[in-house]
């Protein structure tokens, strides 16, 4: 059992100083979890693993918010990544591997006839917007799950401070899985709308007759499609969702896993649409760093060799029976239940009358970690975590965890169990 984080909170009041929030990422920080009894700073990790500074380890099922997609230190992508650090990481002109990386996506991607780098998938997804807009010259964009950091789309959520008011009326939200919702949107507001983004799946599990009718209504209001795959990419089929669903897009954006954990994103569409970037401002420093295509061509050889894609869903299946049978064997049915698509699995938790989905959620991480698991919503398979044994660690490490949460709301004082301030919400947009 592991209770030891005198390190972790002692980096934390020494971070507080010098870093707002303590993290780079809202997802990574204390926010996150039970103030004092979790792990906020990771040492190493290896495969499936991560050592916290305390030396406590964990299976990792966030993946580091889901770009580690073989594991951790992974010798292929290492190698290359060294290689190609002996002859440069970034240069005064383009290389050769910005055309090799294009070449592959466009054969993997059904809509990839052109594409461009970005570091972030917010950098791709802003690029996407701006190129929809200079293509029908329309101000308006509607949208249906998480799009990045930007002030387009951030204006659109509850967190939205520091988005001028002007930039926030331009975006508008649509209910995922409903078609009729969308229409509403387009068929009230007459040629405004310049482009729909969606995850064309996800937390919540898409409906495929719903992607149809998205591409019927964004051609009969002259609208550009836009696919935002960077969770989808490379895990539910290597050519994204649109492969997987048959659903073609106009333009597609992907991140996160594509380089294992290297800072790599991309655009990709139909050439009518992504020749539009020769005049739109879409031009950074670190566009072409190197380091980051030889990861990225490495992991997809990898991903494919593997055949990775088939091993996240027979992973998936196995790990949601194993869960649903634990959640049945502790009666714990009326809080959690498993949920999403096999390629990406998830514990979802619902309230009791006297506990919200918050003060459960909290319950169960302090549970989780204290089994060395770091889990949030999602099961963010990598390769390594279908290594010999992670599966069965992990469900014995959950069978734990599950029981520990059964003992605290089973007890008179669910929330007295609780060590530390209860998780808090960024805010919710996966709805
Ligand atoms: C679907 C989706 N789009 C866009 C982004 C933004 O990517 P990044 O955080 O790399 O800017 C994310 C990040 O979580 C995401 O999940």
């Not at 502790?330 to 096999?342: C, E, I, P």
């Given at each position: 059992m592991i209770n030891q984080f005198q390190k972790s909170n002692a980096l934390y009041q020494r971070a507080l100083k010098t870093i707002p929030l303590a993290s780079q990422t809202f997802s990574k920080s204390a926010m996150m979890y039970v103030n004092g009894v979790s792990p906020l700073f990771i040492d190493h990790g290896k495969g499936a693993y991560v050592w916290d500074v305390d030396g406590n380890q964990y299976i990792d099922y966030v993946s580091a918010l889901m770009p580690v997609i073989l594991g951790y230190c992974d010798e292929d992508i290492n190698r290359a990544i060294i290689e190609q650090l002996d002859k440069g990481i970034i240069f005064s002109l383009s290389s050769e591997l910005e055309i090799a990386l294009s070449e592959k996506l466009v054969e993997l991607i059904p809509c990839a006839e052109m594409v461009r780098f970005g570091k972030n998938g917010s950098d791709a997804t802003s690029a996407a917007i701006r190129i929809?807009?200079?293509?029908?010259?329309?101000?308006k964009v509607a949208v249906a799950g998480y799009h990045g950091w930007h002030d387009w789309y951030i204006g659109s959520t509850a967190r939205h401070l520091g988005v001028p008011d002007a930039v926030r009326g331009l975006t508008e939200t649509f209910k995922y899985n409903d078609a009729e919702s969308l229409e509403t949107l387009l068929k009230n507001s007459p040629n405004e709308f310049s482009a729909v983004i969606l995850e064309p799946d996800g937390a919540v599990p898409v409906n495929s007759e719903f992607l149809q009718q998205v591409r019927g209504l964004t051609e009969k209001y002259g609208v550009v499609l836009i696919f935002d795959e960077i969770v989808t990419g490379f895990r539910i089929h290597m050519g994204g969702a649109q492969a997987f669903y048959g659903v073609v897009p106009d333009l597609a954006t992907f991140g996160k896993a594509m380089g294992n954990g290297m800072p790599i994103s991309a655009i990709v569409g139909q050439q009518r649409f992504m020749k539009k970037m020769d005049d739109i401002f879409f031009s950074g420093t670190f566009g072409g760093e190197t380091l980051s295509l030889v990861a990225s061509l490495a992991t997809i050889h990898k991903l494919e060799e593997k055949k990775a894609v088939s091993v996240f869903s027979q992973l998936g299946n196995m790990m949601m029976i194993g869960v649903e049978k634990l959640i049945a064997i502790?009666?714990?049915?009326?809080?959690?239940?498993?949920?999403?698509?096999?390629w990406w699995p998830r514990i979802t938790v619902a309230p009791t009358e006297a506990l919200t989905v918050l003060d459960i959620t909290s319950l169960f991480r302090q549970s989780l970690i204290s089994q060395g698991l770091l889990l949030g919503g999602g099961f963010n398979f990598s390769l390594a975590h279908s290594?010999?044994?992670?599966?069965?660690?992990?469900?014995?490490?959950?069978?734990?965890?599950?029981?520990?949460?059964?003992?605290?709301?089973?007890?008179?004082?669910?929330m007295q169990h609780l060590a530390g301030d209860p998780i808090q919400p960024v805010f919710q947009v996966r709805k």
């Open positions: 929809a807009r200079a293509y029908n010259g329309r101000d502790h009666q714990m049915s009326h809080v959690l239940s498993v949920s999403g698509g096999a290594d010999a044994g992670v599966a069965d660690d992990t469900l014995s490490r959950l069978d734990a965890s599950v029981e520990q949460l059964q003992y605290y709301l089973n007890s008179d004082k669910p």
